[in-house]
């Protein structure tokens, strides 16, 4: 599963996970910019499996439904990619009335993992193959600038973090990481006005 499809490395990510068999799971808030994505990418790959499902991570309502939904299908989830994300906006709050960044960044995929958490754990045993949850994170957690995208960012590598040492106590065969893509160009950054893009390709 992929969080966060529709623009940058989500694309990319879904295009490569696609062209090695991968059956990938799009969940992100904008379904028609999804499944623009999605025919594209079977007009490359012929074969490929890929799917759309609404996510909206800012509203944990819509993380529960999303997550339900995903529980009902009964599918298998051996990879979870949390993605999505939205950088140096202007003060916003989400529909739970908390900070925009804190609450799309961190908190829409804390709460998604751990309500897939036991979907994954039944995966690994059932497929003898090792899980792997990766948190996109960045290396704008250091720096002093954009406080609440510091946070946020800061919040995914502490999730990860805690997340693989209960892993291992549970003796799971599922991996957590952090990972810092690097400084790679992508709408996120359209709230700084370096690039023009539409700022509702947030997840």
Do not use: C
Not at 112 to 126: F, G, P, Q, S, V
């Amino acid at each position: 599963m992929l969080v966060g499809a529709s623009s940058g490395i989500g694309i990319e990510t879904t295009r490569v996970l696609a062209l090695r068999g991968v059956h990938v799971i799009m969940a992100l808030r904008n379904v028609d910019v999804g499944r623009n994505v999605k025919e594209a990418i079977l007009k490359e790959i012929r074969g490929a499996k890929v799917e759309v499902m609404e996510l909206d991570l800012s509203s944990m309502a819509s993380v529960r439904k999303f997550a339900s939904e995903y529980r009902s299908s009964n599918l298998p989830l051996n990879l979870l990619i949390n993605n999505a994300g939205v950088m140096a906006t202007p003060f916003m709050l989400s529909h739970d009335n908390i900070e925009l960044q804190f609450a799309t960044n961190h908190l829409g995929h804390f709460l998604l993992t751990d309500l897939l958490l036991e979907t994954m754990k039944n995966t690994a045993r059932e497929s003898n193959i090792e899980g792997r949850i990766v948190n996109l994170s960045s290396e704008a957690h250091r720096y002093s600038a954009w406080s609440a995208y510091e946070q946020s960012k800061l919040a995914n590598i502490l999730h990860a973090k805690e997340l693989a040492r209960r892993l291992k106590e549970d003796v799971v065969e599922i991996t957590a990481n952090s990972v810092h893509p690097g400084a790679i160009m992508t709408n996120l950054a359209h709230h700084l006005g370096l690039i023009n893009s539409n700022p509702s390709n947030h997840s």
